[in-house]
């Protein structure tokens, strides 16, 4: 089981608009605690749970991921939303070869393509 405390960005760096509802189909399943005000909705998976902070339209950030599946929950949104993975201290992570074209050169490096959460935590722990 892997178990992270360090915050996970998704966002993206062009103009196009986010689709908020398809982010929320991907996330209403899983959510067991939710706080509009704060923007803040707590998820749980089948071996895991994390912390989500942020606007489905525009960004999000998950915190205190535990669990393998929660990888591939933030995969999905990330894929659902056309958004970048960028975890704290690691690299910056596309889920569409696409994205690369858009990506400000501060991101940090190195730029990797991920396609499920096996292959996110396979890019978090290269960073180590």
């Given at each position: 089981?892997?178990e992270v405390?360090?915050?996970i960005?998704?966002?993206r760096?062009?103009?196009a608009a986010?689709?908020?509802s398809?982010?929320?189909?991907?996330?209403?399943?899983?959510?067991?605690d939710e706080?509009?005000?704060?923007?803040?909705?707590?998820i749980?998976?089948?071996?895991?749970?994390?912390?989500?902070?942020g606007d489905?339209a525009s960004d999000?950030?998950?915190?205190h991921?535990?669990?393998?599946?929660?990888?591939?929950v933030?995969?999905?949104?990330?894929?659902?939303?056309?958004?970048?993975?960028?975890?704290v201290?690691?690299?910056?992570?596309?889920?569409?070869?696409a994205?690369?074209?858009?990506?400000p050169?501060f991101v940090?490096?190195?730029?990797?393509?991920?396609?499920?959460?096996?292959e996110?935590?396979?890019?978090?722990?290269?960073?180590d």
């Open positions: 089981m892997l405390s360090f915050d960005f998704l966002q760096f062009d103009d986010t689709d908020g398809a982010v929320m189909s991907v996330l209403r399943p899983l959510i067991v706080d509009d005000e704060h923007r803040f909705r707590r749980v998976t089948g071996d895991g749970d994390a912390e989500v902070y489905p999000l950030m998950f915190t991921a535990s669990g393998v599946e929660v990888w591939d933030i995969v999905d949104v990330a894929r659902a939303a056309g958004w970048v993975v960028m975890p201290g690691c690299g910056t992570c596309v889920v569409d070869e994205q690369r074209a858009g990506l050169e940090p490096e190195p730029v990797v393509t991920v396609r499920s959460g096996a996110l935590i396979a890019a978090i722990k290269a960073s």
